[in-house]
């Protein structure tokens, strides 16, 4: 993708929303749904995060749907772009 569609996506795309579903009752993310500038940032964050994906941990936090799609709850999505704000802020204060 060139610079200019990441750009165009992440100008309009994001602040136009993000999709949204829900399974028992809990708003979430379908992983295949995240904008896709921050699928592979995300992927590697909750990598990062083994209380989160692994299976037997209390704070498990995949989900599946009826239709087969792995999400997250969306709580778990606002600590992701958290983080990420943090993640930008502190390097762009290292870079002043």
């Known amino acids: 993708m060139a610079f200019q569609d990441k ?3 992440l100008m309009f ?4 929303g993000v999709q949204t579903i829900e399974i028992d009752g809990e708003k ?5 749904d995240a904008p ?12 990062s995060r083994p209380e989160l ?17 792995t999400a997250i709850p969306w ?3 606002e600590e992701f772009l958290d983080w990420m704000q943090l993640t930008l ?8």
Do not use: C, H, T
Request: hydrophobic share 50%.
């Open 75 to 77: 709580d778990v999505w």
């Open 7 to 9: 750009f165009r996506a």
């Open 13 to 16: 795309g994001i602040p136009a």
């Open 53 to 69: 994906v692994r299976e037997d941990s209390p704070q498990y936090a995949l989900r599946i749907d009826s239709r087969e799609r």
């Open 36 to 47: 896709l500038e921050l699928e592979e940032a995300l992927r590697r964050w909750l990598q």
């Open 89 to 96: 802020a502190a390097a762009f204060n290292k870079a002043d």
């Open 28 to 32: 979430a993310l379908a992983l295949m």
